[in-house]
């Protein structure tokens, strides 16, 4: 065979037309071209360069070309040739030519190109281990061996690391350059294997940051003019952050109390920094879905519709834009920009953007090296999962010092992380502007031992008209709303509801609690609004009552169900926060720990909830008393001195924000997702619609699930016949008023707490 003739691709479209089909030489060639270019902003461009010429490398193999003919039916004589690895000529090449830890960082890549990054000795399952899967790569690569050097004539010579890089920081270097080396691969096979959709990727035009930036500014010229000493705060902010984007790269807070427009302020930041030192991108994390999609459309109207890319589980289109070819395009692109993120604007959780960073597998890693050169905000930072608060920071760390990231700690409760590389605070004296935006007085309980019942507590909602209390427990707050549902304008709101049901109980309570404003301002009295709730609604959940009552939590909590009191500052002095203490002790666990902090801080005096140095005291504390915090997911990314042994796939699999240990999703018969779940029995599952079902879904604790099954509550979906292992609901078990009840039947739910 001439070189030619050796192929990557067969053609879809043209299975029998070898003159379509990759060369294998044009594959290496332009994926080792992108996947430079991608690792430039890092300084590792030739490391990509020659993961890529030797990921397909296996493909010379005679078994591999006679398997794509084979496919194609040009080759009808041979027998059925089994399936072919392709990946371990190239890792065993690449461990032959260059020595110890550069040929091993470079098999690590190409081995791992299809599969995800392996362990070096076993992996949870057991199976796939790097060092038994290289011993059987040897003998692919004999067997290919007098052609190999034909396809590698690119080679760059690799005698030292990037400077950057450490043991610390070895992992994520691997992590960013196998990145690069997978959306290549994936970019330029889709140039060939999907022509349309290639077209299309590379004729979307994003505006530019600089565009982006005028958009913003014509977007807050409109307040430009707003009078008052709450509009004055917000411009002193939004000065300051602007100020500070000037500054170098590195690692920054804002500390902003409730209603001082930290989103927007933070949103100016980015994009002046990144105007300034050529960031690629604004990435804007956020703690949970529930909030997403407020701050998304935030964005969307500043920015435009098209403009905004949201990357996470409740993102789906609608059946009505489905049916409008602009919109279905418009989403298309969309969608093809959350494969790698390659947008100007990103909104995505922490989920999304700290599981990625600690990846194996190739579809979550794509996107990472578009992490790099780029600005970060982490919105509500004191929700950063405590039990990976170690390698959380890590990975904050090692971004902003090797990666070229910028990143901003965005909260009014601004947590003492432990071990952050120090962060330069955006706003001076931060303290000022929570005295001056102070809006709540804090009712704390004298002692913090003596426990009220729900009885009384129901008494003490009852002489408000309009209150929200915040409970720490799914079944706490079924059990004090039966208390009180008689009572006209009580509702009930806990995450036994799904997305969907959530989100129009959270809009029902903002219409009424502006029609009350309205009633209030003619000088009529408003419309009883009793909500009772988890802690759903202490992030971002843009609500705004007089009186909040909050059961005892951990400080950063309580604040944070502050937030939802007096926000807009309109009542004629100040809102009330009462903090009780409810008839059992929050679950053990993070709630306990953060519960047994703030009684702490309580015991030496009231603490002032208002002032940022109180919450680096509560951080201290709560941190101090984690038993877990991630610290060996560190260790086991460690290579070894003598065999560069890093263990990615068990980290990958192991590193989960949301522990699904415990529950398991169901789907619910809620508004339109009862149609959708006719679709699904109809259709069965595929991708577009399991987005939709996302909204209606809740997740219920496993240790139920056979009493459940028991009572005819769940059961599989069964789609053409088969079943599959989605559990869906199978009687009328879910209401307006409750949700998914499961306490109806009398089953526990202790361990759902939100």
């Not at 980015?270 to 701050?295: C, F, M, N, W």
């Not at 435009?304 to 009505?320: P, Q």
Request: aromatic fraction near 8%; include cysteine; hydrophobic fraction near 35%.
């Amino acid at each position: 065979m001439i070189i030619d003739e050796i192929y990557a691709h067969t053609h879809p479209k043209f299975k029998l037309d070898k003159t379509k089909w990759q060369t294998l030489h044009d594959h290496q060639s332009e994926t080792a071209r992108r996947a430079a270019c991608f690792a430039q902003c890092f300084s590792s461009s030739d490391w990509a360069s020659n993961a890529a010429l030797l990921h397909d490398l296996g493909k010379i193999a005679e078994d591999f070309q006679k398997k794509l003919k084979k496919a194609t039916g040009l080759d009808c004589e041979n027998e059925s040739i089994s399936r072919v690895n392709h990946s371990g000529a190239g890792a065993a090449y690449a461990e032959e030519r260059f020595a110890g830890p550069f040929g091993r960082t470079l098999a690590y890549l190409v081995m791992g190109h299809h599969a995800g990054l392996p362990d070096y000795e076993c992996d949870k399952t057991g199976n796939g281990a790097f060092v038994a899967r290289i011993e059987e790569a040897r003998k692919d690569l004999n067997a290919i061996r007098p052609r190999a050097d034909e396809f590698v004539t690119g080679m760059k010579d690799l005698s030292k690391f990037p400077p950057f890089v450490s043991p610390r920081n070895y992992h994520l270097w691997v992590r960013m350059l196998f990145s690069c080396l997978v959306d290549a691969d994936w970019l330029d096979t889709e140039r060939v294997m999907d022509s349309a959709k290639h077209e299309q990727r590379t004729g979307i035009e994003f505006p530019s940051i600089d565009d982006l930036g005028r958009k913003f500014d014509e977007h807050m010229a409109k307040f430009a003019n707003a009078t008052g000493p709450l509009n004055e705060i917000r411009r002193e902010i939004l000065d300051a952050c602007r100020t500070a984007a000037q500054r170098e790269p590195e690692l920054f807070t804002l500390t902003v109390p409730t209603g001082g427009g930290k989103t927007l302020s933070s949103m100016a930041f980015a994009l002046e920094h990144a105007k300034k030192h050529g960031k690629d991108r604004v990435i804007y994390v956020i703690p949970y879905t529930s909030i997403i999609e407020q701050t998304a459309k935030i964005f969307r109207d500043i920015f435009g519709e098209a403009n905004v890319i949201e990357h996470h589980s409740n993102i789906s289109r609608d059946d009505e834009d489905e049916k409008n070819p602009e919109k279905q395009k418009q989403a298309t692109e969309m969608e093809m920009a959350t494969e790698n993120w390659n947008a100007p604007i990103i909104v995505t959780t922490n989920v999304q953007f700290f599981e990625s960073l600690y990846a194996a597998r190739t579809k979550r890693c794509r996107k990472l090296h578009n992490i790099a050169n780029s600005v970060v905000l982490i919105d509500e930072a004191q929700l950063i999962s405590p039990e990976f608060v170690t390698p959380c920071v890590d990975v904050i760390n090692e971004l902003t010092k090797s990666f070229g990231v910028s990143i901003v700690l965005c909260t009014a409760t601004q947590p003492a992380l432990p071990k952050l590389h120090d962060p330069h605070e955006i706003v001076p004296e931060p303290q000022k502007y929570y005295e001056a935006l102070k809006r709540v007085e804090y009712h704390f309980p004298e002692n913090t031992e003596d426990r009220t019942t729900w009885e009384k507590i129901a008494e003490e909602l009852k002489q408000h008209e309009e209150v929200l209390c915040v409970v720490n427990t799914r079944r706490d707050c079924r059990e004090l709303y039966d208390l009180m549902k008689e009572l006209p304008g009580t509702i009930h709101l806990s995450a036994l509801m799904c997305g969907e049901h959530r989100s129009d109980v959270i809009k029902v309570i903002r219409e009424r609690l502006e029609e009350n404003r309205k009633l209030k301002n003619d000088g009529k009295p408003p419309k009883p609004l009793r909500v009772i709730s988890t802690q759903l609604v202490e992030a971002g959940v843009d609500i705004d009552f007089p009186v909040v009552f909050r059961a005892m939590a951990g400080l950063d909590s309580i604040v944070q169900a502050a937030g939802r009191c007096n926000r807009e500052g309109k009542l004629n002095g100040m809102g009330k926060v009462y903090v009780f203490v409810p008839p059992k002790p929050a679950p053990k666990g993070l709630l306990s720990k953060g519960e047994s902090t703030t009684k702490e801080l309580l015991a030496c005096g009231t603490p002032d909830a208002q002032n940022p140095a109180t919450f680096t005291q509560y951080f201290e504390l709560f941190y101090d008393s984690l038993n877990e915090t991630g610290q060996e997911i560190l260790e086991l990314l460690k290579p070894t001195a003598r065999d560069g042994g890093v263990y990615f796939r068990t980290v990958g699999d192991s590193f989960q924000l949301i522990d699904d240990q415990y529950t398991t999703s169901v789907i619910v018969k809620y508004g339109k997702g009862e149609e959708l779940l006719h679709r699904l029995e109809k259709e069965g599952p595929h991708k577009e619609l399991m987005r939709k079902l996302q909204r209606f879904t809740v997740n219920v604790p496993k240790f139920a699930v056979k009493a459940m099954f028991d009572q005819g509550m769940i059961r599989f979906l069964e789609a053409h016949g088969e079943m599959t292992n989605i559990l869906i609901q199978n009687t009328e078990c879910y209401s307006n008023e409750y949700g998914f009840d499961i306490m109806k039947r009398g089953l526990s739910c202790e361990e759902s707490i939100i």
